[in-house]
């Protein structure tokens, strides 16, 4: 196999870090996506565009972060028969995948067609701001296909352990999503809607240049369009492995979405410094994101390899790294969270509570550090289930009824709701810790590993 995409052997901190570094670069670019949007429309537009974009782009997040978990069932996989040396069997579930998601793709664009205006009324969306986050919502749904096929694609590389080709294809299509924001919403006067229209645009050059990539290079796995079937088999194991995290991320982002209708109905400021926010919060918590990426491809291939020692150690390498700059994140954001939040909008007012916000997000950053580690290895490990119940407790059982509960107290701030996502990773990593010493047990019982 192609040593560019062997993670079983080398240095561990060095091929965890080769590997993670572009994925993180990735994941800057592709934070950019929605912070550039909002960038626009908050110094081009009015209010009402920022909170419509706050809240459209809050929804297709979250359908998007449930298409990435699934998704997440092709990276496991691939990254198994790759580390078996069973290229062939690679290819199948490539071909598999991308039949699955091109059917999800097609009903995705149904359902946002005709349900963006019901969904953005769940919300409770300011009604100054109904029409633009309706608009937001649909012209995104119109591109489903393209982010759910970037998506398919990010987990094909990611799964042979190619992190560059996805960080090459963000970065031109962000690029290109802004230039499509300062045409649309700048020079055309678009507002929501013309972010969204950028976004797609974007979204789309990049698949078409990652099908380009993949038809120039030589991969570590056989593949023919006669693979692009309902193969049920691989299918069948791909969703086993995927909807757990599908699941999982869709109901986390749900409890997000509720905290956003919570706070909708304090009124359009408040709404808009929530989108802010979380779009501050995108990037803070990029590192941990990557990391649980990486540590996926990298656990799944050395599993698949028979070493798991490795795997535990890649894991302590990895919190070890995140927790160091997640504490450079806190200070930033707690002292510093309204600097981070005026790069977005203008509004003095807006600015004022996104940073309340971002304070008790300023707290997440040194949770998250641990727990996004654990959930990539879990997931590297096949503990798909596990990881879709520690997110719905941390989601349904403490994150959403805690934002409601302080959302009730006389005086409410945008920092005592925003404590309930600390709260949430806190019993997550307890869970966690609680798994990863059942899995050590069972190891030790079974095969004697220590």
């Not at 080398?10 to 934070?31: D, E, M, S, Y």
């Not at 995108?282 to 799944?300: G, H, K, T």
């Not at 981070?340 to 807006?350: E, G, K, T």
């Not at 701030?413 to 798994?435: D, E, K, N």
Request: with cysteine; hydrophobic share 55%.
């Amino acid at each position: 196999m192609d040593k560019t995409h062997d993670l079983t052997q080398g240095n561990i901190l060095k091929t965890l870090v080769r590997f993670a570094l572009p994925v993180l670069l990735a994941l800057v670019l592709q934070a950019l996506y929605g912070a550039v949007d909002l960038w626009v429309v908050g110094r081009f537009a009015l209010t009402e565009d920022a909170s419509g974009v706050a809240t459209g782009s809050m929804l297709t997040q979250t359908i998007t972060m449930a298409v990435t978990g699934l998704a997440m069932g092709i990276t496991v996989l691939v990254g198994e028969t790759i580390g078996q040396g069973r290229a062939e069997r690679a290819g199948r579930a490539i071909g598999g995948g991308i039949w699955l998601f091109a059917v999800l793709s097609a009903l995705l664009t149904a359902l946002l067609a005709a349900l963006a205006g019901p969904l953005v009324r769940l919300m409770d969306a300011p009604e100054e701001a109904f029409r633009q986050a309706v608009q937001y919502v649909r012209i995104c749904g119109a591109g489903s296909v393209f982010i759910v096929a970037y998506n398919v694609l990010g987990s094909v590389f990611r799964g042979i352990g190619d992190s560059r080709t996805p960080l090459l294809t963000v970065a031109i299509a962000c690029g290109i999503n802004i230039a499509g924001d300062l045409l649309f919403v700048a020079g055309c006067g678009m507002g929501a809607a013309g972010a969204a229209l950028a976004t797609v645009a974007a979204q789309a050059f990049s698949v078409v240049i990652s099908l380009l990539l993949i038809r120039r290079r030589a991969l570590p796995f056989t593949f023919s369009p006669a693979l692009i079937r309902a193969d049920w088999p691989v299918i069948r194991k791909e969703l086993r492995l995927g909807w757990p995290i599908a699941l999982q991320e869709l109901l986390v982002g749900f409890s997000f979405l509720l905290i956003q209708t919570i706070v909708n109905g304090f009124g359009v400021t408040s709404s808009a410094a929530i989108g802010v926010g979380e779009k501050v919060c995108a990037f803070i918590m990029l590192v941990p994101s990557a990391f649980e990426q990486s540590m996926c491809a990298f656990v799944a291939q050395n599993a698949g390899a028979g070493d798991l020692p490795r795997a535990k150690r890649a894991l302590g390498c990895g919190i070890a790294l995140s927790l160091g700059v997640g504490a450079v994140m806190f200070y930033v954001t707690f002292f510093h969270g309204d600097l981070l939040a005026s790069v977005f909008i203008r509004d003095a007012a807006v600015i004022a509570e996104a940073h309340s916000y971002l304070k008790a997000y300023a707290i997440d950053c040194l949770l998250t550090a641990v727990m996004f580690c654990m959930i990539g290895y879990f997931n590297g490990r096949e503990q798909t289930f596990f990881v879709m119940v520690q997110g719905l407790v941390g989601a349904l059982l403490v994150r959403t009824p805690a934002a409601w509960l302080f959302s009730r107290t006389p005086g409410v701030t945008l920092f005592r709701i925003g404590l309930a996502t600390p709260m949430s990773s806190a019993v997550q990593i307890v869970m966690c810790l609680i798994m990863y010493a059942a899995l050590e047990k069972r190891n030790v019982r079974e095969n004697g590993l220590f």
